[in-house]
């Protein structure tokens, strides 16, 4: 199981820490990842962890430097720490699997205010 958790209401410029817990699975064993889905899109990719633990972004230029993936293994919790939110950062964030993908919960809302 994946479950993200942390998000909340933030001004335009602030910072967010979500977390994903997870069970049930070996936690370096398959690449995670963070999605979002913002109203009326498509589910995104946003960042990656791999089994090796190296995180990368995937999110297009304007969310380059920005997003920053890690992970405590120990806890097994994976973390997506976002730094000057952007209103266009709204959505609900999800975590999951990043190959084979399982069912997608409920997710964690980001709300930016401008």
């Known amino acids: 199981q994946l479950q993200a958790s942390g998000g909340g209401l933030v001004q335009a410029g602030g910072s967010l820490r979500l977390s994903c817990t997870t069970s049930?699975?070996?936690?370096?064993?398959?690449?995670l990842s963070w999605y979002r889905q913002a109203p009326g899109n498509q589910r995104e990719l946003v960042a990656t962890?791999?089994?090796?633990?190296?995180?990368?972004?995937n999110v297009a230029d304007s969310g380059k430097g920005r997003f920053a993936v890690s992970a405590d293994i120990a806890k097994k919790t994976m973390y997506l720490q976002i730094d000057d939110l952007k209103p266009e950062d709204t959505a609900v964030y999800y975590c999951n699997f990043r190959l084979g993908p399982q069912s997608w919960g409920q997710g964690t809302q980001v709300t930016v205010s401008s």
């Open positions: 049930g699975f070996e936690f370096s064993s398959r690449a």
């Open positions: 962890l791999t089994s090796a633990g190296y995180g990368y972004t």
